[in-house]
């Protein structure tokens, strides 16, 4: 069974720094593209970042020139380094990632997964 484990949210003032990661764990045969999203409160998730297994990167406007999307596909990690936060940034922060637990699996396309998700507060 697949995995999403997060790690890194927590409180930072405004102006400031946090890195989050998350590690995919189980069967897995490939992965293709991971990322992260976000869900501030009575708002709508959205994407916040997503990097191709090949390494090719994408950025919500919002972040772009902040946040920095990494992965390391040895571990199966996929990390956002994010600086200069903003009040705005406060959010509960999901990974997901789109996982081939087979080769069968990676002939269909693959899997979504979700991470629980790990909050992120940025205090004014």
């Known amino acids: 069974q697949v995995q999403l484990v997060e790690s890194g949210g927590g409180l930072v003032q405004a102006g400031g720094s946090l890195r989050l990661s998350c590690a995919a764990s189980?069967?897995?045969?490939?992965?293709?593209?991971m990322g992260w999203y976000r869900q501030a409160p009575g708002k709508q998730r959205e994407l916040v970042a997503n990097?191709?297994?090949?390494?090719?990167?994408s950025y919500a406007d919002s972040v772009k020139g902040r946040f920095t999307i990494s992965r390391d596909n040895a571990k199966n990690t996929v990390y956002l380094q994010m600086d200069s936060l903003k009040p705005e940034d406060t959010a509960v922060y999901y990974c997901?990632?789109?996982?081939?637990?087979?080769?069968?699996?990676?002939?269909?396309?693959?899997?979504?997964?979700w991470g629980e998700g790990t909050l992120v507060t940025v205090s004014s």
């Open positions: 997901n990632a789109v996982i081939s637990p087979t080769f069968q699996d990676w002939r269909a396309g693959g899997m979504d997964y």
């Open positions: 189980g069967q897995i045969f490939a992965i293709n593209a």
């Open positions: 990097i191709l297994s090949g390494g090719t990167t």
